[in-house]
């Protein structure tokens, strides 16, 4: 399809599949956690708002891990249609780490989502509340499993390579491999984020609608409290992963700056801060570029003149340098605009006008999916950025691939494209209807039906999507 | 081949073929509905049918994660062999399944647009289980793998062959064949009668099917031919088919005895006979023709310690899947589907 190999389709497919996917589970960990801290507000002040927002947004999380499930299993599956090189090579330990994964979600789902979804009129406060504490620990241990795997394949430890697969020899070493803990706190922050500013969004848009509407009140003040806590800490967390990068894959930290290397006889210039450039890969070059002299040399090795390894020296093993950069940027670019945003948040309600700024609640709720772009903006820089390497330093993504013909990934990829078309469609759509809702809606009254409820995470809603 | 066996993949084989047993069996009877839903056009039997899945169904999928995720970690050649080999089966597979599991979500939300989720449920069960038995019958049927790069060495559409076919249509009478046996436990009244009519056909093509696959798979593997013409393999079969045969011949005369969960018991009992004959013919190859479980296992580090987590996990899977069944016992009635 338009002159592509078989590599670039199915690498074409798995970012695809994985871009559509991993705003699912984002949404359910931030959500499980923010369901988490409104249960505990509604038990410890007994206020009602808590209890219906509880309400609102546990609707929203059903469907969220729902569609988390689903694109997960194609997830799992593409390892080993689309990258058969890995699964066979890399499966003693990547196999291991995603079975965990399964597992942990299993326990969480067998365990808890069950009551938590259903159980409110069953079991005592405190038990139900119990059930939403373990799903949202279920979310994040799920989390920590894929990164866990995520990581290893970034920055490998722990492995010993026998007849060219990569057997484990230290189970800890390759769990808690170098980059695990900077890229884990890293993602769920950007989970936590991407809810915060969620949330935001659909509260504004609630208080435009209705003004005096005190559950919308009570959202747009959460969420401007966790964007104000997190966002600070999610500039540390990444500036520290960018760090962790410098020393363990520095050809992609050179591709996020756009650097290429000092001029011949210029080392003493230091690494510069390139704002805009047009990267050329064929020359090795940035065909154009906006600098700030020195600034990169300071906050990458903390000395005015301080070095890095420019993309030049890698020869061809570097990553798409135009994707990285730019993708990097939006991400950061991003990041600071959410920043701006919690800062302007805080501000207003330090002198009171939180609830009636009308300007910035219509920013917010435009701005309300920002959060979940700049996260899959920042998977596309450390996923782009580790190329050639899927397993980096030791496999490469082509060696990698499935021994499969560019045919059958072109009917795959479009059979895929046609039908994450519909579901996403449908499931969005549903979504939206879900947060139109009233949140502030009365509280239903359990009945003798209710016993048989199904246990599937989206009849958790008994919304129609005829709207 | 025997003498370098060791205790873990068999162990793993023992538990990827539970989580298979369970996932053919209760994943086997909610495809069963949506095959023979084009034959109950009412929206009240729809109603009734998809009812009496719907409470258990999420965890019946959770069955066959269980085991590709198991296959991954403890067997992962066969993963990196098997799906490639597989794929456009596979492909379609997984998409007829999505689909058919968004449909089953959103019927239950739409009445404007109910009529097309009913298609796409339906389609998405036959073309589920058409792909799930052409999966099959390529794997009896032998891939071709380059045993010394250890990845699969044949062509795109090798698994589409006249036997591979044949398993697909078997596996959608066999589906159909649980899904009404499943019906008949949970339904009474007009919709269980029509069940009923559904069991005696089908139970007798099913046992013709496996009839046909058991004298097709010899014909072009040496081996399996081999194991069947010596003791015990012989014997073994001899058995299993005593046994098949026996067990369609008492479900059919249970109909007119309406012995409903007998029935749906001896359904569940057939496809164990397959099972159980698979194992027969082909262990400890896990990839006919030849490779077995112990060429193909992971490391023993990676066996053991992702067995630790099945010990747990299995046991809490299962105590689930029999606690959501106790909760949602008897039979199904339109009146009581307000919860749906």
């Not at chain 1, 599949?17 to 960990?29: E, K, Q, Y």
């Not at chain 1, 540390?236 to 992609?252: R, S």
């Not at chain 2, 258990?56 to 970690?73: E, F, H, K, P």
């Not at chain 2, 060429?295 to 996990?313: D, H, M, N, R, W």
């Amino acid at each position: 399809m338009f002159g592509l190999d078989a590599i670039d389709l199915a690498r074409f497919q798995f970012a695809f599949t994985v871009s559509f996917h991993i705003v699912f589970p984002a949404l359910s960990i931030g959500l499980a956690s923010f369901l988490v801290a409104l249960e505990a507000l509604w038990l410890k002040t007994g206020r009602d708002v808590y209890h219906q927002l509880y309400r609102f947004w546990i609707r929203i999380f059903a469907v969220a891990f729902g569609l988390g499930v689903v694109t997960g299993v194609v997830m799992a599956y593409e390892f080993g249609t689309n990258w058969s090189g890995f699964a066979e090579k890399g499966g003693d330990i990547t196999g291991v780490l995603l079975t965990y994964e399964v597992l942990t979600a299993f326990f969480m789902e067998a365990g808890f989502l069950g009551i938590m979804l259903f159980g409110e009129q069953r079991v005592s406060r405190s038990v139900h509340f119990f059930a939403t504490f373990m799903v949202a620990l279920g979310t994040l241990i799920s989390a920590t499993w894929i990164l866990v795997s995520n990581s290893w394949m970034q920055t490998p430890s722990g492995y010993e390579v026998v007849n060219g697969r990569f057997l484990p020899a230290d189970w800890l070493q390759v769990i808690f491999n170098p980059s695990f803990p900077y890229r884990f706190v890293h993602m769920v922050m950007a989970a936590y984020i991407c809810v915060a500013f969620l949330v935001a969004g659909v509260g504004a848009y609630h208080l435009l609608r209705d003004r005096k509407n005190e559950g919308a009140r009570t959202m747009l003040s959460l969420a401007m409290w966790m964007a104000i806590v997190a966002m600070p800490i999610q500039i540390v967390a990444g500036d520290l992963h960018g760090l962790n990068t410098l020393h363990h894959q520095p050809a992609k930290l050179a591709a996020m700056e756009g650097y290429w290397g000092p001029e011949a006889g210029k080392e003493g210039d230091g690494v510069p801060l390139t704002l805009f450039a047009l990267p050329n890969m064929a020359e090795g070059k940035n065909d154009f570029a906006i600098e700030v002299p020195h600034v990169a040399s300071l906050y990458l090795t903390h000395s005015w003149s301080g070095q890095i390894q420019g993309l030049s020296e890698f020869k061809d093993e570097i990553p798409d340098v135009p994707l990285v950069f730019w993708s990097f940027r939006v991400m950061v670019g991003l990041g600071m605009l959410m920043l701006l945003l919690s800062m302007v948040g805080a501000l207003l309600r330090w002198r009171g006008r939180l609830y009636d700024q009308k300007l910035f609640h219509r920013v917010l709720m435009c701005l309300s999916p920002v959060g979940f772009v700049a996260l899959v903006a920042g998977w596309v820089t450390t996923e782009a950025g580790r190329q050639p390497w899927v397993i980096y330093g030791l496999l490469k993504t082509r060696d990698a691939a499935s021994y499969l013909g560019a045919g059958s990934l072109t009917i795959s990829l479009l059979a895929f494209l046609v039908v994450y078309a519909v579901i996403f469609s449908i499931g969005i759509y549903y979504m939206l209807q879900l947060i139109r809702k009233e949140p502030t809606a009365p509280l239903p009254q359990g009945g003798p039906g209710e016993e048989r409820h199904p246990k599937r995470p989206m009849s958790a809603t008994s919304e129609s999507i005829d709207g | 081949m025997f003498e370098q066996m060791s205790a873990l993949p068999i162990a793993w084989l023992a538990i990827i073929g539970l989580a298979i047993a369970m996932y053919v069996v209760l994943d086997g009877f909610t495809l069963g509905i949506g095959i023979l839903f084009p034959f109950f056009k009412g929206k009240e039997d729809r109603d009734v049918m998809m009812g009496t899945a719907s409470p258990v169904w999420d965890g019946n999928q959770t069955w066959m994660i269980l085991a590709g995720a198991g296959l991954y970690g403890a067997f992962p050649l066969v993963y990196a062999t098997v799906l490639p080999a597989l794929y456009l089966p596979l492909v379609l597979m997984l998409l007829a399944l999505i689909f058919r599991g968004i449909a089953f979500e959103f019927r239950a939300k739409s009445t404007r647009y109910r009529h097309m989720f009913d298609m796409a449920f339906s389609c998405g069960a036959i073309i589920a289980t058409f792909a799930e038995g052409i999966v099959l019958g390529g794997i009896i049927h032998g891939l071709n793998v380059d045993l010394d790069q250890r990845h699969f060495a044949g062509g795109v559409l090798d698994w589409l062959t006249p036997f591979s076919v044949f398993t697909g249509l078997a596996l959608i009478c066999g589906y159909a064949l649980l899904g009404a046996s499943w019906m008949v436990v949970k339904t009474e009244g007009a919709i269980q009668r029509r069940a009923y009519n559904f069991v005696r056909p089908l139970s007798l093509l099913v046992l013709l099917a496996m009839a046909v696959v058991a004298v097709w798979t010899p014909i072009h593997n040496v081996q399996v031919f081999e194991r069947w013409s010596t003791v015990p393999g012989a014997v073994l079969m001899v058995v299993l088919a005593i046994i098949a045969i026996a067990l369609c011949l008492s479900i059919i005369s249970g109909i007119s005895k309406r012995k409903e969960r007998s029935i749906f018991a001896k359904v569940i009992g057939l496809f164990l006979v397959g099972l159980a004959g698979l194992l027969v013919s082909f262990f400890p190859v896990i990839i006919p023709p030849y490779i077995t479980i112990f060429q193909a296992a992971s490391s023993e580090k990676s066996q053991f310690f992702l067995i630790v987590g099945y010990l747990v996990i299995i046991p809490l899977v299962l105590g689930y899947t029999v606690y959501s069944y106790y909760v949602f016992r008897g039979k199904v009635r339109a009146e009581n589907l307000s919860h749906y």
